[in-house]
Nanobody
Framework: VQLQASGGGLVQAGGSLRLSCVAS????????MGWFRQAPGKEREFVSF????????HYADSVKGRFTISRDNAKNTVYLQMNGLRPEDTAVYYC?????????????????WGQGTLVTVSS
């Protein structure tokens, strides 16, 4: 199983980025997909998840209204559109796959992880 995240980079505050995560080696459509992030010196934190069909999603309060998660099961890809970026959004962003909807905000519940992509937001 491989989750390949991409799309990170350096952006000014207020800018936008779209992260992508392509999955291989698993039946993508049966997995709940999540995005997490980890800033230097901090624990990994939940950002967003999306259900298998894409009909249900949930966001951390810190990103609600600014970030949008989506998925394309035909392309085995999950996206995270990030608008209105702030310096506090600076972190390595990870995608993850989980078979269930139980505890989707808990990183310990996820079965597979991508390698992370760095997002840096300058003030």
């Amino acid at each position: 199983v491989q989750l390949q995240a991409s799309g990170g980079g350096l952006v000014q505050a207020g800018g936008s980025l779209r992260l992508s995560c392509v999955a291989s080696g698993l039946i993508f459509g049966i997995y709940v997909m999540g995005w997490f992030r980890q800033a230097p010196g901090k624990e990994r934190e939940f950002v967003s998840f999306i259900s298998r069909s894409g009909s249900t999603s949930h966001y951390a309060d810190s990103v609600k209204g600014r970030f949008t998660i989506s998925r394309d099961n035909a392309k085995n890809t999950v996206y995270l559109q990030m608008n209105g970026l702030r310096p506090e959004d600076t972190a390595v962003y990870y995608c993850a796959a989980d078979l269930t909807l139980v505890g989707v905000t808990d990183p310990g519940r996820y079965d597979y992880w991508g390698q992370g992509t760095l997002v840096t937001v300058s003030s």
